[in-house]
């Protein structure tokens, strides 16, 4: 079978995607997992999920406002990875704490509004994969890039979901917060054509410095090349 043509870039990002899962398969064998093993691998799939959603908003910025092309390429991948751990995640909810009890799973998202919370996000999020291929694209054609603009109300949803579920020290919530909504700001057209010109005022400066620092190095190699040819030449 032949592997698809990547970058080290993408399989590094494919390889990591993995590495959640990898991590809790190993703590479950060693008998690692906390005293509290479903609410453990709970958390940590949610994280997961909360992680490669914030890094797939990421990867337009990267491109448009650093030049970090590569970051395009990974974006789908990274929201469909950030998906697979949000059915991870709802699927041990529902079946390893609830054992698949429809009544006890209505009864508890009902009474937990961090859970209902989670639960819109996720099922925002569930549109976005199933319409993420190249065919959808063209069937919804402008409708597509309108619908997709839901994973930033899903990311503010997730944000919200982990903020009311950890209840004591929000740092953490508060700080993925603050990266989605600087995200959302970066998608602003003043926002993104001034930092875009920033960046590119930079470069001309960095580029203008550095051909300074080249005409400079030539100047002082020819002086010294000079001086050696005058030091070695025979006195009269």
Sequence with gaps: ?????????????????????????????????????????????????????VLSL???????????????????????????????????????????DLGLIIEDIGDKRYAMVGLAAGLLLLPLAITSTRGWMSRLGKNWRRLHRLVYLAAILAVIHYLWLVKADI??????????????????SPVRKGLSDFRQNLLRRLRKLGNMASVQIRTTTLGGQIHTREHKSPQN
């Design 171 to 188: 740092r953490e919530p508060l700080d993925y917060g603050a990266a989605v909504l600087l995200l959302l700001l970066a998608r602003l």
């Design 58 to 100: 990421a990867a337009t910025p990267a491109n448009t406002l650093l030049g970090f092309k590569p970051a395009f390429k990974v974006r789908r991948a990274l929201g469909l990875y950030a998906f697979m751990y949000v059915v991870l995640h709802f699927f041990i909810f529902v079946g390893l704490d609830y054992g698949f």
């Design 1 to 53: 079978m032949k592997l698809p043509k990547m970058s080290v870039f993408q399989w590094a990002v494919h390889v990591g995607s993995w590495i959640p899962v990898a991590l809790i398969l190993w703590d479950y064998f060693r008998d690692n997992l906390t005293a509290n093993p479903i609410q453990d691998v709970t958390f940590r799939t949610g994280m997961a999920a909360l992680v490669l959603l």
